[in-house]
């Protein structure tokens, strides 16, 4: 049964700073990755999809990695703004053949002005 | 486009009651999912649609549960009877199949179950 986890739960860092999510999952057999944005009282917005075969996807300030060997899939962002502060989720689909995915349980980012 | 719509925003009812949560996709768009979100679980997809036929509803909790699409621009989430339990955020989401795969989130239904 395929498991997400991200860590650390929350983050409270200064503006500036460049920062790394971090998300996990057990199997390996994935068909791709998506990181989410959510903020408060919202619905989720989509940010960076990476497909099983690609290594790393880019929007702007942020920078996706995946190494699906290990089962492990980072955001990077970089010069964090307080407009960044929000919870974030990482999601797996978890076939070609279905559109199920399995979602961590988020990562709450505050970054302070 | 409005982007996906949801209704109700709030609704507070008691153990026992029926409730019905609403939603409209974005016009074109021929996936819809239903999903809920608590802290303890975090969100959890409940059944998705294709094309208005549901394609999986694994994660239906229980029979208490059913949704419905009767065409491509409304889709219901029914709760009878409801439980304390069931209190959460139900979120639906649509999207086109492409190589995107992106999905469009409506704002949410918080469900309170006294």
């Known amino acids: 049964k395929q498991e997400v986890t991200q860590i650390p739960a929350a983050l409270s860092v200064p503006e500036g700073e460049n920062l790394v999510l971090n998300c996990s999952f057990t199997?390996?057999?994935?068909?791709?990755l998506q990181w989410f944005r959510q903020d408060p009282g919202k619905g989720l917005t989509s940010l960076l999809l990476?497909?099983?075969?690609?290594r790393e996807q880019t929007s702007g300030r942020l920078n996706a990695s995946l190494d699906k060997s290990s089962g492990r899939s980072t955001l990077y962002i970089a010069a964090s703004q307080p407009g960044d502060s929000a919870t974030y989720l990482c999601?797996?689909?978890?076939?070609?053949?279905?559109?199920?995915?399995?979602f961590g349980t988020g990562t709450r980012l505050k970054v302070l002005a | 486009d409005a982007g996906v719509i949801q209704s109700p925003r709030h609704e507070v009812t008691e153990m026992g009651q029926e409730v019905t949560l609403r939603c409209k996709p974005i016009?074109?768009?021929?996936?819809l999912f239903w999903y809920r979100q608590t802290m303890m679980r975090g969100l959890e997809l409940l059944i998705y649609?294709?094309?208005?036929?549901?394609?999986?509803d694994s994660g239906m909790p229980e029979d208490r549960f059913s949704a419905k699409m009767p065409n491509a621009s409304f889709s219901t989430l029914k709760i009878q009877p409801s439980e304390p339990r069931d209190s959460a955020v139900y979120f639906c989401?649509?999207?086109?199949?492409?190589?995107?795969?992106?999905?469009?989130f409506g704002p949410g239904t918080r469900l309170t179950v006294l």
């Open positions: 016009s074109g768009h021929d996936y």
């Open positions: 649609f294709n094309n208005n036929v549901p394609i999986d």
């Open positions: 999601a797996v689909r978890v076939g070609s053949g279905t559109y199920k995915y399995i």
């Open positions: 990476i497909q099983s075969s690609q």
């Open positions: 199997d390996s057999a994935i068909y791709n």
């Open positions: 989401a649509s999207s086109f199949r492409d190589e995107t795969d992106t999905q469009y």
